[in-house]
């Protein structure tokens, strides 16, 4: 089944404790996106990949950092979380840019 | 860079009657429109999207129409059922392939119909 996977699906944690959150598709897609939804500002992009070892900001990138070291893997890492940062997590990946993305089902993130 | 405004932010109907939902973007150069369509506890999923050279699109109960000139794009659903409810957002791009090119999201609107 087509899909791409996010862990974990919870997650809470305190403000400087670094985590990641991992996700990975099986669409052999070139294209990946972290987005963030928060209630009145919709999804916002945070970072997106256009390949293997090709990243780039999005919108909001201030606090995360990306890798893309493999195609079908694009972990969002926050080095040390901060409250503001509390939020809806999604990852996406997308046969191209701007077409169709394919979403995973969200990291619910609550840093205290 | 592109700006994508989404009204309402909520919608309630009755099972039955109709539900439209309204975006204006400000990038002339835009030319993909899709409709996302998250359920509870789910990922957003396209469900209609339209490009600049169609004026409207129809897909059994729903339907998307572009007014290139005006700016702005709507979503039509037609004898809306309960399993119409959930949050809908709309996006905009430009659909090159290069790093400037993104699809920029609505603020999202939240359908709930009535039983």
């Known amino acids: 089944e087509a899909q791409v996977t996010q862990n974990p699906r919870y997650l809470i944690t305190v403000t400087g404790k670094k985590l990641t959150v991992t996700c990975s598709q099986n669409?052999?897609?070139?294209?990946m996106s972290w987005y963030r939804q928060d209630p009145g500002l919709g999804l916002r992009q945070i970072y997106y990949?256009?390949?293997?070892?090709?990243?780039d900001k999005g919108d909001v990138p201030e606090g995360y950092k990306v890798s893309r070291k493999e195609k079908r893997n694009f972990p969002l890492i926050l080095e040390s979380p901060s409250p503001n940062q509390t939020s809806l997590y999604f990852c996406?990946?997308?046969?191209?840019?701007?077409?169709?993305?394919?979403f995973g089902p969200g990291t619910r993130l609550t840093v205290t | 860079g592109e700006n994508v405004e989404q009204h309402p932010s909520t919608l309630s109907v009755q099972e039955g009657d109709s539900a439209v939902i309204k975006c204006t973007y400000s990038?002339?150069?835009?030319?993909?429109f899709p409709w996302y369509k998250q359920e509870l506890g789910k990922g957003p999923q396209l469900i209609i999207d339209?490009?600049?050279?169609?004026g409207e699109k129809k897909d059994q109960r729903i339907a998307v129409t572009l007014n290139k000139t005006a700016k702005h794009f709507s979503l039509h659903i037609t004898e809306t059922q309960p399993e119409d409810s959930a949050v809908y957002f709309c996006?905009?791009?430009?659909?090159?392939?290069?790093?400037?090119?993104?699809?920029?999201f609505g603020t999202g609107t939240r359908l709930a119909v009535r039983p």
């Open positions: 996406a990946s997308s046969p191209t840019l701007t077409g169709e993305q394919y």
């Open positions: 669409m052999n897609h070139e294209y």
């Open positions: 990949s256009m390949n293997v070892e090709v990243t």
């Open positions: 990038d002339s150069a835009s030319n993909y």
């Open positions: 339209i490009r600049s050279n169609v």
């Open positions: 996006a905009a791009s430009t659909g090159g392939k290069s790093s400037g090119d993104k699809l920029t």
